[in-house]
C-alpha cells in the first residue's frame, strides 16, 4: 500500500512509479470515482479518441520513418484480419 501526504493547499504528489503503474503522464487526467465509507477508486481518464489526440501519438517512439506504400499495405492487412 502506498501512503501519500496532503498539503496545506489539499494537494497531493503522486511517486512516479505510482504513475507509472496507473500508465498516467504528465498532461493526463485522472478520474476519482467516490465510494460509500470514504472510499474511492482512482484510475487514469481513458482518452476521448479525437483525432487531435491521435496526431503525433507516435512520435519519439521510433527512427523509423514508413513511406505511404508502407502504411497502405499495413492498413490494408490490417484490415483484413492479418497482422
Excluded at 14 to 24: A, E, N, P, S, Y
Excluded at 36 to 50: E, M, N, Q, S, Y
Amino acid at each position: 500500500m502506498t501512503t501519500l501526504t496532503v498539503t496545506a493547499r489539499g494537494q497531493v504528489t503522486f511517486r512516479k512509479d505510482v504513475l507509472q503503474h496507473l500508465g498516467i503522464r504528465p498532461g493526463d487526467k485522472i478520474e476519482l470515482d467516490l465510494l460509500p465509507d470514504g472510499l474511492g477508486i482512482l484510475k487514469a481518464a481513458r482518452r476521448t479518441g479525437t483525432i487531435e489526440g491521435f496526431v503525433g501519438l507516435l512520435e519519439g517512439r521510433t527512427k523509423k520513418v514508413a513511406t505511404i506504400e508502407e502504411i497502405n499495405e499495413a492498413a490494408a492487412q490490417g484490415w483484413a484480419g492479418k497482422e
